[in-house]
Nanobody, 116 residues
Framework: QVQVVESGGGLVQAGGSLRLSCLVS????????MNWYRQIPGKQRDLVAS???????NYKDSVEGRFTISRDNPKNTIYLQMNSLKPEDTAVYYC??????????WGRGTQVTVSS
């Protein structure tokens, strides 16, 4: 059974930092591209950051330079280090595991709230 479990969300003041974690089990983690998405109520889910199986990263323009995605393959875990947080970063953050566009697994999300 595949499990994708996010943790690390919470309430932080603007300018602060949070680190999200995502633990995955039940898949050959090393082969999967991993992604962080976020969603605001009433809006579509947006891709925030991605990391390929070989470690290449991409970021949404608005988080470039503030967020860092990383992966620890032996621990089947990815991270999202979020610095200089802004109120507009407030959202539910979802972890996603994807393989060749066919296998696609999601976590339940973790709330991040940035107060001004």
């Amino acid at each position: 059974q595949v499990q994708v479990v996010e943790s690390g969300g919470g309430l932080v003041q603007a300018g602060g930092s949070l680190r999200l974690s995502c633990l995955v089990s039940g898949i050959p983690f090393n082969f999967y591209a991993m992604n962080w998405y976020r969603q605001i109520p009433g809006k579509q889910r947006d891709l925030v950051a991605s990391i390929s199986s070989d470690g290449r990263t991409n970021y949404k323009d608005s988080v470039e330079g503030r967020f860092t995605i990383s992966r620890d393959n032996p621990k089947n875990t990815i991270y999202l280090q979020m610095n200089s947080l802004k109120p507009e970063d407030t959202a539910v953050y979802y972890c996603n595991a994807k393989y060749i566009g066919v296998y696609d697994y999601w976590g339940r999300g973790t709330q991040v709230t940035v107060s001004s």
